[in-house]
């Protein structure tokens, strides 16, 4: 059997099969109130069985209240392990906004110190999002917290917080059959820098089931659950229903030969991953207990060619777009509603804008740098918005360490940012300018521009400058054109 606990940090393991409390949120629907205390004892046959593992947030309903009724009632001296999240509202946050969520989530745990509290941004390019890294690391200097982890964060801007030195162990996102972004990157970056995945919509909503081997394509009314309106926006995405019976026919196939279900197969294929530390399957509590289901994952041994027939179906979907966390920040916006309207009620600007001489219209990015030499981070003139050169600043420090990459992912999320805050967006850019220190730091620069130009393709130029100011590896400029 494959072990059942895996080390997240030295002081912190959990079961390799997490179960995941957002349908709680979902059963809470249309003011549907829960037995809190009965739901709350539903939990003891998980952790009877070895899933000591739960994993909730500030918005999955009554859940964090629930795990706290759990583990001071009925856990009975089992090691239990609580993971929780904060998603703060887009716009940032001041200090005090940060210690009251820790305080909120202390208080419905029922508990002195979080085992993990993982983190959200919605928008990289307002850099609020690393000032409550900040203040979330000094709560856990003060023992609030054992653990920080991110959750839905891409690769890049993980990249940028391990280089920042913020202490993260592990970043949730979503990893499936039918999703395999995490391939393209997050999972090497995790591997290097000793961060655990862990992968939610392993089951794509129940669809990676034998409930639908053979069935008709369901139309959205006969979607019953969020998670079910949710995944079938990924299986549209990867190809659609006829592509995706080719993938369950497959699964079916191994899971005939082990004796096991095709949930099993679909979860054991992405835990076996070596960047995952464990996989979380969501859980109605008191309504569909599959305990024994979810152990069986652990108990059969898969070959290499066991794989083969659904490597083949995976090959044939179309990749679903973008990197991990993307569903969350731009289209296709793969959730319940197609759209953030059930996350946020609005998506502030970065930054304030202000009235400037000759009908011009100014952002500041707060740098000490626009202080002393007296100059705006952008400038919109009618439909021109231009952009200062800019470098990894947030504030008195250097954002992304001595990464190149990060630093330069960095600039141009600040770039992005002034120009969201002056009424256009970054495929408005139609030229950047690249200034780099260290000529031996080009390529990693240049392919992290690429990487977030290579679908703008605006005119461009690298040179490599002596900047002003320690650390700083790049510097970056931009003109944009709104509507361009």
């Known amino acids: 059997m494959k072990d059942t606990h895996i080390e997240l940090a030295p002081d912190l ?16 629907r249309d003011d549907k109130v829960l037995d809190l205390d009965l739901t709350a004892r539903s939990m003891k046959a998980y952790s009877e069985a070895g899933l000591t593992t739960f994993d909730m947030a500030d918005h999955y309903g009554s859940a964090e209240k629930i795990a706290g009724i759990f583990t001071n009632r009925y856990a009975d001296g089992d090691d239990v392990q609580v993971l929780t999240k904060w998603v703060p509202k887009p716009g940032g946050s001041s200090k005090e906004d940060v210690q009251k969520a820790v305080d909120c989530a202390l ?32 709560l856990q200097d003060e023992g609030l917290i054992k653990h920080l982890g991110l959750t839905n964060f891409d690769t890049a801007h993980l990249n940028i917080v391990l280089q920042t030195g913020i202490r993260v162990v592990s970043n949730q996102v979503c990893y499936s059959l039918l999703d395999q972004r995490v391939a393209d990157g997050m999972d090497q970056l995790c591997e290097e820098q000793g961060v655990k ?18 069935q008709d394509e369901p139309k959205d009314r006969k979607l019953k659950t969020w998670s079910q309106m949710k995944y079938k926006r990924y299986i549209d995405e990867a190809g659609g229903w006829d592509k995706f019976q080719v993938l369950l026919k497959a699964l079916n196939l191994t899971a005939d030969k082990h004796d096991v279900s095709m949930a099993n197969v679909a979860t054991r294929f992405v835990l076996d991953q070596p960047a995952v530390g464990a996989v979380i399957i969501g859980a109605r509590l008191g309504e569909s207990e599959y305990i024994q289901n979810n152990l069986d994952i652990l108990k059969f041994t898969p070959k290499e060619e ?44 970065p930054y304030k804008k202000r009235a400037g001489p000759g009908g011009r219209e100014l952002v500041l990015s707060g740098t000490v740098w626009e202080d002393i030499a007296g100059f705006s981070r952008a400038v919109r003139k009618g439909d021109r918005i231009l952009v200062s050169g800019t470098t990894a600043t947030h504030g008195d420090k250097v954002i992304g360490g001595n990464d190149p990459a990060a630093q330069a992912h960095f600039a141009i999320d600040k770039i992005e940012g002034a120009i969201q805050s002056l009424g256009g967006k970054l495929e408005d850019v139609v030229r950047t300018r690249v200034y780099i220190n260290n000529v031996d730091d080009w390529e990693p620069i240049a392919r992290a ?20 100011g320690k650390g700083y590896l790049v510097e970056i400029e931009a003109e944009a054109l709104i509507g361009s």
């Open 449 to 468: 521009h690429g990487q977030r130009f290579r679908h703008i393709q605006p005119a461009n130029t690298l040179v490599q400058a002596g900047l002003i």
């Open 13 to 28: 393991k959990i079961s390799r099969i997490v179960t995941g409390l957002w349908q709680i949120a979902d059963m809470e």
């Open 306 to 349: 066991d794989w083969e027939a659904v490597r083949a179906a995976m090959n044939e979907l179309d990749p679903i777009p973008g990197d991990c966390g993307d569903e969350y920040r731009k289209a296709p916006y793969l959730t319940a509603s197609g759209d953030l309207s059930h996350h946020v009620e609005k998506m502030p600007p």
């Open 107 to 138: 208080h419905r745990l029922q508990t002195e110190q979080l085992d993990l509290l993982q983190y959200h941004a919605w928008n990289y390019a307002d850099p609020s999002y690393l000032d409550e890294l900040f203040w979330l690391q000094e």
């Open 197 to 214: 995945i862990l992968a939610f919509g392993t089951l794509a909503g129940g669809f990676l089931t034998e409930k639908w081997l053979d």
